[in-house]
């Protein structure tokens, strides 16, 4: 601690932030808006802000990968985090440095006064901070929570893009696919482009849209794909592209998010020209932890952080693609206040073997209360965890080198499983 009884470093920061706060969601944007005033800081970067249900990582990750390739400076933020805070801030391609985050979180402290901030919106106000602080060209803010109330929405954008409306979250942001779409939509701005992914948007993306006078493009209408084994071709409002290579991120729907970002860039050509080698270029690099991510070796190893029903159902999908495997195990945990049963069914006929485990913190469900559910829907499991890490010694143990082990469920599954695997190699 500093004399002001303030932390010095980003581990007291973080530390502190999480003992106010603790992952309390909050929406809102008065309170972190009139702390942005506070801060005074301002940046000429062109802003793309990323909402959906699913596809945001993957999205964000295309567009810092493609821009990267173009030779533009870039500022990326993101939530959650695999092993690092650091994660979330990215400049250029490289996560933040710890004493950028820890002055970044300092000045936030000291121009919120009496306002009261949750960690996502001390965290958000943070990379504002650290981007404001740089020559950047272009900032991507991806929405942690919804889109209207969010706090990345205090940043207006040059582009907004929507990937996916489905059920998740719905105590926050609705019960239906119509009340979600139009929460999610709500970073779309006046007379700037609006990309939709998501090929069946609700009709409240097209109402919100008409509302606010952006520029709506939809996948399927407005632009869209086709591919085969070996290649894919993208077809948008300026032109088309063939004989792309598919994407570095595994998995039949990233082609809805490498289009929806070609068709951001393209919106935004004036402003930031980004030329055909960038783009094929970018997608041949991308990279994203835990995102259908396999790992060399036998037997094979999936980690994934689909934790609702339309993103297990693409792992399903990608499993199913994988090819053939005698035994296939899942170290799954989640947390309780998601769709466990609707998220297992997508998936199940996928699984042989099932081990449940315990996640951290109030939102996290036991082992036991996990297995409970899955034993109730007969599925075969034999015993729950009471981590992600021990249930993955156990499958590594039990599985043989021709099998399939497959991590999902939480960021926090896939987490402390990556950690384990990492504490191995050093």
């Not at 990345?152 to 409306?165: E, K, R, V």
């Amino acid at each position: 601690m500093s004399d002001t009884g303030l932390p010095e470093d980003l581990a007291g920061w973080l530390a502190l932030i999480e003992a106010r706060h603790g992952q309390k969601i909050e929406l809102g944007l008065e309170r972190v808006a009139r702390v942005r005033d506070a801060l005074g800081l301002t940046s000429n970067a062109t802003i793309i802000t990323v909402a959906g249900t699913n596809g945001k990582g993957s999205t964000c990750a295309m567009l810092e990968a493609i821009l990267l390739a173009e030779g533009y400076s870039v500022g990326l933020y993101t939530s959650p985090h695999l092993l690092r805070y650091n994660e979330r801030v990215r400049i250029n391609g490289l996560d933040i440095d710890d004493a950028s985050l820890a002055g970044a979180f300092a000045r936030v402290e000291q121009a919120r006064g009496e306002t009261d901030l949750t960690y996502f919106e001390h965290g958000t106000l943070a990379a504002w901070v650290c981007f404001a602080e740089r020559p950047l060209d272009v900032i991507i803010l991806e929405v942690g929570l919804g889109g209207r109330l969010d706090a990345t929405n205090i940043f207006d954008c040059d582009c907004a893009i929507l990937t996916s409306i489905a059920m998740d979250h719905m105590d926050y942001l609705g019960d239906t696919r119509e009340a979600i779409g139009r929460e999610k939509a709500g970073v779309f701005r006046a007379g700037r482009p609006a990309v939709c992914a998501d090929p069946m948007p609700t009709d409240s993306v097209f109402d919100v849209a008409n509302e606010v006078g952006a520029h709506l493009l939809v996948s399927g209408r407005d632009f869209g794909f086709s591919g085969d084994r070996t290649q894919w071709a993208y077809w948008g409002p300026a032109h088309k592209r063939g004989g792309l290579a598919y994407p570095a991120l595994r998995g039949a729907n990233q082609l809805l998010n490498a289009a929806a970002v070609m068709t951001a860039l393209d919106a935004l050509r004036d402003r930031i020209p980004v030329s055909m080698q960038a783009v094929r270029e970018g997608l041949m690099l991308v990279e994203l932890p835990g995102r259908f991510q396999t790992l060399p070796g036998q037997p094979a190893v999936v980690l994934d952080v689909a934790h609702n029903p339309q993103a297990v159902g693409v792992l399903a999908d990608n499993l199913m693609n994988m090819g053939f495997y005698p035994e296939t195990w899942a170290v799954v945990g989640m947390l309780a206040d998601k769709s466990i049963e609707a998220t297992i069914e997508r998936i199940a006929e996928r699984i042989d073997h099932w081990l449940p485990v315990t996640l951290p913190g109030p939102r996290g469900m036991s082992g036991e209360a996990l297995a409970d559910r899955l034993s109730a829907m007969n599925l075969n499991v034999a015993e729950s965890y009471d981590s992600p890490a021990e249930a993955f010694r156990v499958a590594r143990g039990r599985a043989t080198e021709g099998d399939r082990i497959v991590v999902f469920g939480s960021f926090l599954t896939v987490a402390d499983v990556m950690s384990a695997i990492r504490a191995e190699r050093q």
